[in-house]
C-alpha cells in the first residue's frame, strides 16, 4: 500500500476493538429496550407502577448515554476520525448519542408520574397519568431502539472498512513485481 493510503486507514486492531465495543453498547441498548417494561401480561398500566424500578430505568439510560457519549468522545479525539470513512462513523456515533440522550428524560417522566398515580383518587387524573405513564415509557424504549441501531450502523461501517483494508492487502500483493527466478546451479546467468 502507498502511504498516504496507510494514513487514511483505521489500524486492524483498532477497528476491532471499536466494533466490539459499540457491539456492546448496542447490545445494551436493544435489550433494554425490549426487557423494560411499563404494562402487565394483560397490556395495562398496573393499578401501583414501581417508582423504584421506573426510576432505575431512568438512571441505567442515564449510565448507557453517558457511556455512549464517552466512546464517542474517545473516538473523536483519536486520530482515526479525520477522513471519509471515519467521519461517517463518527457521524453515526454522534447521532447515537444523540438519541441515547433522549431517552432517560422520557424514563425520569415515567416514573414521576407513577409517584403522582400513587397518590391520586380522581378516575380522570388517574387515567391521564396512566396515559402519559405510556407514552413516555414507550418514547424511552424508542430512542434506545433507534440508539442501538445507529450503533449498529458504525460498527458495520467500520467493518466495510476493514473489508476495504483487505481487498487494498489483496491488491498491493498481486501487483508486486514477480522475484526474479532463482540462479542455476553451475552456470551463468544468460
Known sequence: MKPGFERELIPRDDALHLI???NVMKDKAH???HQWELLNEDGHVPATPS???LLQHASDAQ????DVLRLTAEFARSPHHATRDRSTVLKKRAWATTLSSHAPPYFAQTAEHALALLRSTN????????NNMVHDHAAGRAYLRRTSEALRD???ELGAHLGFQR???????QESPPAPPPP???????
Not at 542455476?184 to 544468460?190: E, F, K, L, W
Request: glycine fraction near 8%; hydrophobic fraction near 35%.
Open 20 to 22: 466490539g465495543a459499540l
Open 31 to 33: 435489550n433494554a429496550a
Open 51 to 53: 417508582y423504584t424500578v
Open 63 to 66: 449510565d448507557l448515554s453517558r
Open 123 to 130: 378516575p380522570a387524573d388517574r387515567q391521564y397519568l396512566s
Open 154 to 156: 458504525a460498527a458495520e
Open 167 to 173: 481487498f487494498l492487502a489483496q491488491l498491493t500483493r
Open 184 to 190: 542455476r546451479p553451475g552456470g551463468r546467468p544468460r
